[in-house]
């Protein structure tokens, strides 16, 4: 019988590494902190990239703008995933997250 090599496990496994990234590597993590809200995990890593500890702070400081993301439901934007995007971009301002839903309208 011929012997076939079994592939070199830890290149496979560093190719794979290489492949995922930094920043799926911080998604990974980010995961496993617990922020499991996979849409706003992946903002706050389009915003910071492999950046844990902004992604993370960000992700936190979230769930404390809950009563913003209710007050802009109750002024008429209705679009959550838009408004929770948007907060994110404009790190928790009230004034600047509005006036670009108000100029996307």
Known sequence: ???V???DVTALEAQK???VGPVAEAGAQL????????EMVTLVLEKHG?????CARDLSTLSDWG?????L????FEDVEKNKRLVVKHNGSLKSTIRELVSDK
């Open 50 to 54: 492999p950046d844990l500890d902004a």
């Open 67 to 71: 009563s913003l993301l209710a007050d």
């Open 31 to 38: 995961f496993q902190m617990g922020f499991t809200d996979a």
């Open 5 to 7: 090599d079994a592939p």
């Open 1 to 3: 019988p011929m012997v």
């Open 17 to 19: 590494s290489n492949e």
């Open 73 to 76: 439901r109750e002024m008429g």
